[in-house]
């Protein structure tokens, strides 16, 4: 129990790192979301199948694939990413691909008569989907969409792969000083549970604001 | 029913605050049981028995690192390590079976007896002999530091400061790293990888400055890849490597290096060397 205690601030410094994956990620992932969704709802034939196609790459593929292409396949031809960068941008590109699906389905569940009715109103389908369909619908897709960021922020363990010293790689480096495997993993275990607690505690306050109209 | 729901959220905070006990009190638990797992020996038969009886002998290694070991054109295992495995299988009368993992899991790999042995570039060390028995060195490799073909900056470890320096992670090279030059030299970042292709890859496009690796195991890397890298400087450390297997297995470890020192005086072992390296052994 001792090597936790002396080793705590290195392995938070490890949790610093997968939480601010997470949240950026999160962020950047909800823009392409929202862009994916509405491309899938609203957009030409073309457009339409440029998201389908997107969704389904990203979706049919594992998301270590993924951070390593945009790590190590990429600087084949000459980008270096800087592992952070990487792992963000490979993140945001798989969560937004889920969340789109999400958001898809939350703004297809919203009645039509709600269009014809702002349309009649004299609203722009624009001022109709930023003032009538989506306020709905983002609180329809909350607790699918929190299923979604809890499942990321396990996800960033991943991105250890290419040299970010995240939660899990910062338990690894322990366990090689160390050789002791079983505290460090349940330490992790135990932080990682925490956080994705804190999540769901967070988002259940959005519910629950967001829903004042019932 | 709003007071319903307060209720019921009370209860989920007890539930979850009795959780987070319990889980502690695990984490605990095994804090402590973990000191002496770690001593435990073999019980039950004779490895070395087990071995002869099962008709193979299960080896450990990378399988990420040319030449010693690497999978072949024809997907199989190859290379000096496999080579030196199937020799002393041969010579135990097995057949070898090889299960190749990251090296960072290769102790915990042994321990839970996934494999009898690991032949994979383990350097003895005083640390690691706490955990397993090693046999005689069976080969002695020269640890150099790495850097991109144009730059003449770093030229030894001691320009290490304020760079950023790949290793494998769990290696004996990490640990140089990080308790020996990390203190000598002043700061400096290190980044950690599950093989030595990934750390060469990154150092030939820039994102590490240096990495310490050991010249044989470069060789084949850098040709392949066409990698614009170097070696520069004097050995850093010298590293002795041997097979590595669980502690209390007094028959197997003897068996192990009585073949290893018949390869050496009938020629097979310089023979194996030749083949993977070019030259001869220096002893």
Known sequence: ?214 | MKRRRIDMKKKYSYLTLILLTAFTLILTACGQKDETASEKEESGADLLQQIKDRGTLKVGLMGTYQPYNFLNDKKEMDGFDADISKELAKRLGVDVEFVSQEFSGMVAGLQTKKFDAVISQMTITDDRKKQMDFTEPYITNNVKVIVQEKNNNVKSVEDFKGKNIGVGLGTNDETYLRTELLPEVGDFTIKTYDDVITSLKDLNSGRIDATINNMYALKPVVEKNGFKIKAVGEPVKSDQAGIAIRKGNESLLKELNKHLADMKEDGTYKEIFVKWFGEEPQE
């Open chain 1, 1 to 214: 129990m001792d090597v936790i205690w002396t080793n705590l601030p290195f392995l938070l410094k490890g949790a610093y790192y997968t939480l601010l994956i997470t949240i950026i990620s999160m962020f950047f992932g909800s823009i392409i979301a929202v862009i994916v969704a509405v491309a899938r709802l609203k957009g030409n034939k073309f457009i339409r199948w440029i998201a389908r196609a997107y969704v389904s790459i990203i979706r049919g593929t594992p998301t270590l694939v993924q951070i390593i292409i945009v790590y190590y396949g990429l600087a084949d031809y000459g980008l270096n990413l800087q592992p952070l960068t990487a792992a963000y941008i490979a993140l945001s590109i798989s969560i937004g691909a889920y969340l789109s699906e999400t958001l898809r389905g939350a703004i297809q569940s919203i009645p039509k008569g709600q269009y014809e009715a702002a349309y009649a109103s004299g609203m722009s389908p624009y001022q109709t989907m930023r003032r009538i369909v989506f306020p709905q619908a983002i609180r329809v897709a909350i607790p699918p969409a929190g299923n979604t960021f809890i499942g990321m922020l396990k996800e960033t363990s991943l991105v250890s792969v290419i040299t970010v010293t995240e939660l899990l790689r910062s338990a690894q480096l322990l366990i090689a000083q160390y050789y002791v495997y079983m505290p460090f993993y349940l330490a992790i275990a135990l932080m990682y549970w925490i956080m994705s607690t804190g999540f769901s505690f967070v988002l259940e306050r959005i519910e629950k604001r967001l829903s004042i109209y019932d």
